[in-house]
């Protein structure tokens, strides 16, 4: 269970307030209702989060309940994290650039990345326009919509995410609303040197003397496959990280949308401003499997799962919501209903789709197909 000795007030993001990286920032208490005196939050914005935090809670139970029917061969959910990933994407622009870890898929779909894609590309067929049904499911990627394809090697998107917010600082240098880079990453990751390279980075980068355009979020759901987060950081919290390099450190309950919502807004502002980035940790609990690889029954004490799970994040913002008058129960269920059907109806018109064409698979490399890669194409489609 989170610590919650400091619950409030808001973060000072004061780079010496050590207790904003120490402590935990809530809006809502583990039932739902306020707590603190942080600043309100619309319950319109409130209520559209929900929506995608729903819809994505459904897209991932089916994509799981596909791999295990053998439809698709892998998958990685946010069960549990859906707050973190859809608070996140909701305090941005989507001109704001994302390099995003396994499980924020959701954050492009709040953007409206299209569904139908994101099932194309977990059958990896030929309307798969992310990676053309070359890589595993979950590698989404759409520059209409900011989010760059995540690489399976774990850590590469912080480097990655510190060049492109040095890129659009360069790019904009007087402009305050200029477009800022967003980087996301798990708890293993901070264990990693490309996170050291990048927070090192993050701080000393100072282009025309701003701080970069730049969100580093780390989302300690406390385990990296089988090993506990005790195992990957001796520190008392990862957001305490972030004062050695420079950066400002706010820990945040990332099983609370509306103080994950507003701690990342204060984070875009500062950003936009040149102030020093902002490491955000966002503390939740992977309440599933690492992916569909895997079974943590062998490693793990499934009764503390199961008291995570009652900290649930759509729960606690559906009561909020409810409370509100912003949601009713009808209004809850039609809206899953809806989800559900969606879900379903795409899923039977991508799943007949077939593979990309096999010359695909030669092609993207050179302008024009070499002769050893034209004979490996002939041999491939039987014709030699
Ligand atoms: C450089 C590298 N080492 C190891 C792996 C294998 N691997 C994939 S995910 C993962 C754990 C990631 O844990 P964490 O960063 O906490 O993210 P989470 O999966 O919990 O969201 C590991 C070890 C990898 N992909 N890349
Ligand atoms: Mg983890």
């Not at 996140?88 to 001109?95: K, Q, R, S």
């Not at 894609?117 to 890589?135: A, I, M, Y």
């Not at 780390?218 to 950066?247: D, F, H, R």
């Not at 059907?341 to 092609?363: K, Q, W, Y």
Request: overall charge negative.
């Amino acid at each position: 269970m989170p610590d919650t000795r400091h619950t409030s007030p808001f973060p000072s993001f004061d780079p010496d307030d050590l207790s904003q990286a120490r402590g935990l920032f809530r809006v809502l208490d583990e039932e739902g209702a306020e707590v603190g005196d942080a600043p309100a939050v619309d319950a319109g914005v409130a209520l559209g989060m929900w929506r995608s935090m729903v819809r994505v809670r459904q897209i991932d139970e089916r994509m799981l309940a596909l791999q295990r029917q053998g439809r698709i061969g892998f998958y990685g959910a946010a069960t549990g994290q859906e707050a973190a990933v859809i608070a996140a994407a909701e305090a941005m622009e989507n001109t704001d650039w994302i390099h995003p870890a396994l499980r924020e898929g959701g954050m492009a779909l709040h953007r409206g990345f299209s569904l139908r894609t994101w099932l194309s590309h977990c059958f990896g067929n030929e309307d798969d326009t992310c990676t053309k049904g070359r890589q595993m499911p979950c590698h989404y990627g759409s520059r209409e919509h900011g989010y760059i394809t995540l690489s399976s090697v774990m850590t590469t998107q912080f480097p990655q995410a510190v060049g492109t917010a040095y890129a659009m600082a360069l790019r904009h240098p007087n402009e305050a609303d200029r477009p800022l880079c967003f980087a996301a990453i798990g708890d293993g990751a901070t264990s990693e040197g490309d996170f050291h390279v990048a927070m090192n980075f993050a701080g000393v980068m100072r282009p025309g003397g701003l701080g970069l355009p730049l969100i580093l979020f780390c989302q300690n759901n406390q385990w990296a496959i089988s090993t506990p987060s005790a195992k990957q950081c001796a520190a008392e919290t990862l957001a305490m990280k972030a004062v050695g390099y420079g950066l400002v450190g706010v820990r945040v309950d990332g099983n609370d949308a509306l103080a994950v919502l507003l701690v990342m807004q204060e984070a875009v502002a500062r950003a936009r401003r040149g102030e020093p980035p902002v490491f955000i940790e966002a503390l939740t609990y992977r309440v599933g499997a690492h992916t569909t690889s895997d079974d943590p029954s062998r490693y793990r004490d499934e009764s503390v799962t199961e008291r995570w799970r009652q900290l649930d994040p759509i729960a606690r913002l559906e009561t909020w919501l409810i409370g509100k008058g912003a949601l009713t129960i009808d209004a809850a269920a039609a809206w899953r209903s809806d989800c559900d059907t969606e879900i379903r109806s795409l899923l039977s018109e991508v799943e007949p789709v077939g593979p990309p064409a096999l010359r695909t698979l030669f092609e993207d490399v050179y302008a024009e197909m070499p002769d050893h890669l034209a004979a490996q194409y002939e041999q491939a489609s039987g014709a030699a």
